[in-house]
Nanobody, 125 residues
Framework: QPQPVESGGDSVQPGGSLTLTCTAS????????VGWFRRTSGRQREMVSC????????KYADSVKGRFTISRDNAKNIISLQMNNMKFDDTGVYYC??????????????????WGKGTPVTVSA
């Protein structure tokens, strides 16, 4: 089964940008919807964005709309999360989740079957 691996987490100042990537080599993720989730201090894991297998159905949390962009390159087996104009509240551990069912991507984390270990993101002045 796929084992997602996240990368790209770092420390950044408010207003800065980061790009997170998720892959699961040698397994190909092109069949699966993928979601980016985050766990911030004192809160449950929440969906940030998700994308269906074809990349044409995308969802964002209200808190990141207009700032974050999810994309996927199925040929390269990478799902990316471009984060711009970052805020203190974006600090947390970001996780990539893979849904084993070919369907519209879901906002609930229980809908995802395989998870990476997360990559930490810190926004501080």
């Amino acid at each position: 089964q796929p084992q997602p691996v996240e990368s790209g987490g770092d420390s950044v100042q408010p207003g800065g940008s980061l790009t997170l990537t998720c892959t699961a080599s040698p397994y190909m993720l092109d069949f699966y919807p993928v979601g980016w989730f985050r766990r911030t201090s004192g809160r449950q894991r929440e969906m940030v964005s998700c994308i269906n297998r074809w990349g044409n159905l995308i969802k964002y949390a209200d808190s990141v709309k207009g700032r974050f962009t999810i994309s996927r390159d199925n040929a390269k087996n990478i799902i990316s999360l471009q984060m711009n104009n970052m805020k203190f509240d974006d600090t947390g551990v970001y996780y990539c989740g893979v849904d084993r069912l070919d369907r519209e991507c879901r906002v609930e984390d229980e809908s995802y079957d395989w998870w990476g270990k997360g990559t930490p993101v810190t926004v501080s002045a």
